[in-house]
T-cell receptor, first 111, second 111 residues
Framework: EPEVTQTPSHQVTQMGQEVILRCVPI?????FYWYRQILGQKVEFLVS????????KSEIFDDQFSVERPDGSNFTLKIRSTKLEDSAMYFC?????????FGQGTRLTVV | SQQGEEDPQALSIQEGENATMNCSYK?????LQWYRQNSGRGLVHLIL?????REKHSGRLRVTLDTSKKSSSLLITASRAADTASYFC???????????FGEGTQLTVNP
């Protein structure tokens, strides 16, 4: 069964460092998303990406965040200068038609 | 209150009993989806119900949708210990748009 894969599964980084979270969406999917979930809280939308550009972003997705599809298959989320409050699970999702498939997530810990 | 609120926040039942979780939302929707999340893991899509549907079944799952009340319920029949997880509803306002997640219900099924 096709699946969305995310790497790494866990990343620890120092405050102020840049991190890149990677995702390989399902190959024939057209819409790509990043969500995050702070420990014990609900899942929050960050950004959606369609036709090689951002189609929607939330207020969380400020100038510190960026997304790219560098090679037509991978989909990355970059956080330029991490803050303690960026510590969360980050989920990538891809969609065709109506069902969004989520990856297993990257647990980001900022220390 | 926020889009996609579930109640109860926590539910503890015995194996074999039915579990019912409710979700309310605020805006008009294209569809409503239920996801399951085991502790610290990714989101698993369970079932999707479109705005023009009132009820849907999938195995031991039954979902209802009342768009006049902007509410949905998820019923898990004959629960098993392996059903222990957090369950989230998520609404999609238009096709391909972001999913807005609720706070989740933590279900514990005791053997």
């Amino acid at each position: 069964e096709p699946e969305v894969t995310q790497t790494p599964s866990h990343q620890v980084t120092q405050m102020g460092q840049e991190v890149i979270l990677r995702c390989v969406p399902i190959s024939n999917h057209l819409y790509f998303y990043w969500y995050r979930q702070i420990l014990g809280q609900k899942v929050e939308f960050l950004v959606s990406f369609y036709n090689n550009e951002i189609s929607e972003k939330s207020e969380i997705f400020d100038d510190q965040f960026s997304v790219e599809r560098p090679d037509g298959s991978n989909f990355t989320l970059k956080i330029r200068s991490t803050k303690l409050e960026d510590s969360a699970m980050y989920f990538c999702a891809s969609l065709v038609y109506t069902e969004a498939f989520f990856g297993q997530g990257t647990r980001l810990t900022v220390v | 209150s926020q889009q996609g609120e579930e109640d109860p926040q926590a539910l503890s039942i015995q194996e074999g009993e039915n579990a019912t979780m409710n979700c309310s939302y605020k805006t008009s929707i294209n569809n409503l989806q239920w996801y399951r999340q085991n502790s610290g893991r990714g989101l698993v899509h369970l079932i999707l119900i479109r705005s023009n549907e009132r009820e849907k079944h999938s195995g031991r799952l039954r979902v209802t949708l009342d768009t006049s009340k902007k509410s949905s319920s998820l019923l898990i029949t004959a629960s098993r210990a392996a059903d222990t997880a957090s369950y989230f509803c998520a609404t999609e306002e238009t096709s391909g748009s972001r999913l807005t997640f609720g706070e989740g219900t933590q279900l514990t099924v005791n053997p």
